[in-house]
Nanobody, 123 residues
């Protein structure tokens, strides 16, 4: 079982930037695919960034491509989400997740996630 703790959310004006952080623990975390999804009540959870376990492949949906960037520091068990040029529609609770494969995350099969961190973008 992977344990994840997110941080870094907050209130920012449209056009601003935030960097979310996630520290993970667990036997498989260093080799798991990792990602970030967001969830607003009443909507489906949506993967906004993903990365394979080896870091060679990333995934971004069209809505955030070019603005969001995922990275990881395996030695420190950290995963980051750099969010630039934020828009009001990016407002949501963001969750870090990990899984067996990036394909699994793209399919919305999230095995584990943390408590989430709120991102609010004002217009």
């Amino acid at each position: 079982q992977v344990h994840l703790v997110e941080s870094g959310g907050g209130l920012v004006q449209a056009g601003g930037s935030l960097r979310l952080s996630c520290v993970g623990s667990g036997r498989t975390f260093s080799t798991d695919a990792v990602g970030w999804f967001r969830h607003t009540p009443g909507t489906e959870r949506k993967l906004v960034a993903g990365m394979t376990g080896d870091g060679k492949t990333t995934y971004y949906p069209d809505s955030v491509r070019g603005r969001f960037s995922i990275s990881r520091d395996i030695a420190k068990n950290l995963v980051y989400l750099q969010m630039n040029n934020l828009r009001p529609e990016d407002s949501s609770v963001y969750y870090c997740t990990a899984g067996n494969s990036l394909r699994q995350l793209e399919a919305g099969n999230f095995d584990s996630w943390g408590q989430g961190t709120q991102v609010t973008v004002s217009s």
